[in-house]
């Protein structure tokens, strides 16, 4: 059974960090692809970033890039996500997701692209 947990969302200032945890259980990060999303009200559930071990690839939106940064301790079946520089547009639950691999390594970043999902941590960022 897979399961993912969210931690470490909570209320941040702009320009602020935090550092998201995500405990994986039930599946193996090889045979996964890994990310984050978020959902602002309102909004679609978006790609944070997504990562495979399968060819070593990172995906990050553009206006993630340089701010966000996906990483895992195997060891720990964790994934972080490592937020800084934080906006109000930041605002969103924040999702972890898995995505099954298929046989040539392949997935897609994307809400139908993931199998499962965590329940979400909030982020909220204001003054």
């Known amino acids: 059974q897979v399961q993912l947990v969210e931690s470490g969302g909570g209320l941040v200032q702009p320009g602020g960090s935090l550092r998201l945890s995500c405990a994986a259980s039930?599946?193996?990060?090889?045979?996964?692809?890994i990310g984050w999303f978020r959902q602002a009200p309102g909004k679609e559930r978006e790609a944070v970033s997504c990562?495979?071990?399968?060819?070593?690839?990172?995906f990050y939106p553009d206006s993630m890039k340089g701010r966000f940064t996906i990483s895992t301790d195997n060891a720990k079946n964790t994934i972080y996500l490592q937020m800084n520089m934080l906006k109000p547009e930041d605002t969103a639950v924040y999702y972890c997701?898995?995505?099954?691999?298929?046989?040539?390594?392949?997935?897609?970043?994307?809400?139908?692209?993931?199998?499962?999902w965590g329940k979400g941590t909030l982020v909220t960022v204001s003054s």
């Open positions: 997701a898995a995505g099954k691999l298929t046989i040539s390594g392949s997935y897609s970043c994307s809400y139908l692209g993931m199998n499962y």
């Open positions: 039930g599946f193996a990060f090889d045979d996964y692809a």
């Open positions: 990562s495979s071990s399968f060819d070593a690839s990172t």
